[in-house]
RNA sequence: GGGGAGGUGGCAGAGCUGGUUUAAUGCACCGGUCUUGAAAACCGGCGUGGGUGAUGAGCCCACCCAGGGUUCGAAUCCCUGCCUCCCCGCCA
């Protein structure tokens, strides 16, 4: 969420910036103004109250010295009425300021390309050249298919369509790949935790995923609960509503889910093959760090997940996202992209975002700063989605027997 | 799922026949005195958010699981939800 005080003082600066992700300032003018009219009815309801405070334990005294009360029943009576009144205008007020104020997204950082959409994120580096081929490399849905690697029609026979099962090594390399993963990011300090794979809804409003991004859930049925789609949203949340006595040493997480995604509004994007589902495995990082250490935390966790990547001998290539193309809550983001021979494409199989006190003002986590309890900021990025991996390893290491060669780290993992 | 008990400040724990208690007390924690240093002892401080002050002191408001309600006044009474513990049932 967005810091109101800050809003009321630099309303320019903030709008200009927020006009980037495509805020209207409109939007804006009218959260700075019901965030005035709020202050002031509040401060008005807080004299009554206070009012009625002082009458009511003069009520308590008069009746016990037997002096008569019946002036003062009047005036607290009519005061009891007055707050009244007041309470509602102040909630009204408040009710509108929640609505509008969860709906607008991060500010993003100076160094945030300005863009429209994905035309206009910039490329930072290419890690690995992608190899040559002596054949025409085949798309991972040809090769799954082929090999009996992925079963795509029985997956949709036993939920619906995005729905795949795996077999034969493609079965065996995805939980290696897990396991993997998990290693890895273990040796590089973050802890490994594991998390309910569904979450409540002010769980889901902590990291951004509520109110304005409903329809991209799974929700169960008659209960405050949903699937997860990231496990950023139980790993960041595992701190909301504390204050963390000692942060001198970042927090630093990582934990293996499923991820489930309605993917609303992607109708046709990536029907083939699995690239987009409703289900899959993904390996996340996540960081709690004092504001000061946040960028140093962010780099180290782009160099993980790239790291990882380089590992399994997967090319790929850092793009810094424009501000068109940032998520909700993110107030800067990397995306890692992976090389894929039978699309000639690079695709996204990783993301990282900090989204500085964003997530944190909403989940309040804070810590202890000396005397002072101050936000922290929040990071998160994926290391690596699973699926993703696995396809680009049966793109990459693809012979010309249509064999899938296993990378030498994966081995011991079989 | 059925029956019973209960949810109070970092923890423990009083208050719960409603009012001059602004949530007692202990532990933990922080500062100080004492000490070569430490412990003990003693003194002081010690929840969160917001408002108004100067990011000071002070003052004010809200919060005793959450949301409603009764009342001039609620930690205390009533309703709903959530959670914990015990017993029973079911179950990987």
């Known amino acids: 969420m967005l810091d109101l005080k800050l809003l009321e003082k630099n309303f320019d600066e903030i709008a200009e910036k927020l006009k980037n992700r495509g805020v209207e300032e409109k939007l804006l003018t009218q959260l700075k103004e019901l965030f ?166 002010a769980t889901l409003l902590g990291t951004g995923q509520l109110p304005k991004f409903e329809d991209d859930l799974f929700k169960i049925c008659d209960e405050d609960l949903y699937l997860i789609p990231t496990a950023e949203v139980p790993l960041t949340n595992l701190y909301r509503d504390e204050i963390i006595a000692d942060l001198t040493e970042p927090i630093k997480l990582t934990a293996y889910t499923p991820c489930f995604r309605k993917e609303a509004g992607s109708g046709g994007k990536d029907v083939r093959g699995m690239i987009r589902q409703h289900q899959f495995d993904k390996v996340e990082l996540v960081a709690i760090t004092k504001p000061e250490d946040s960028d140093k935390v962010f780099e180290e966790m782009v160099n993980t997940a790239s790291d990882l990547l380089t590992s399994l001998g997967l090319p790929h290539r850092l793009v810094m996202l424009c501000t068109g193309d940032l998520g909700f809550s993110a107030a800067k983001t990397i995306d890692l992209e992976v090389w894929l021979p039978g699309q000639g494409k690079y695709r996204e199989i990783s993301s990282v975002s900090n989204t500085r006190d964003f997530q944190a003002r909403r989940a309040k986590i804070r810590f202890k700063d000396g005397k002072k309890n101050r936000l922290v900021h929040t990071l998160n990025g994926s290391s690596l989605a699973v699926g993703r991996t696995l396809i680009a390893i049966m793109e990459n290491y693809q012979q010309k027997d249509g064999s899938i060669k296993i990378p030498e780290v994966l081995k011991k993992y079989l």
Do not use: C
């Open 36 to 201: 005035a009219k709020y202050k002031s009815q509040k401060q008005v309801l807080e004299e009554l109250q206070a009012k009625q405070n002082k009458l009511s334990k003069l009520f308590g005294i008069y009746k016990k010295e037997g002096k008569d009360i019946d002036d003062l029943k009047k005036e607290v009576d009519s005061n009891k009425a007055k707050i009244s009144a007041h309470q509602e205008i102040v909630r009204d007020i408040e009710e509108d300021l929640k609505k509008i104020a969860l709906q607008i997204p991060n500010i993003p950082d100076p160094d945030v390309p300005i863009g429209k959409d994905e035309e206009d994120n910039v490329e930072i580096k290419k890690v690995l050249k992608p190899k040559e081929f002596d054949f025409k490399p085949l798309e991972h849905w040809e090769l799954g298919e082929n090999l009996g690697w992925i079963d795509f029609k029985r997956g949709v026979k036993l939920a619906k369509s995005r729905f795949s099962v795996l077999k034969k090594e493609a079965a065996a390399l995805e939980r290696a790949l897990i396991n993997y993963m998990l290693d890895f990011n273990k040796n590089r300090g973050f802890e490994e935790v594991y998390v309910p794979f569904m979450v409540n809804s």
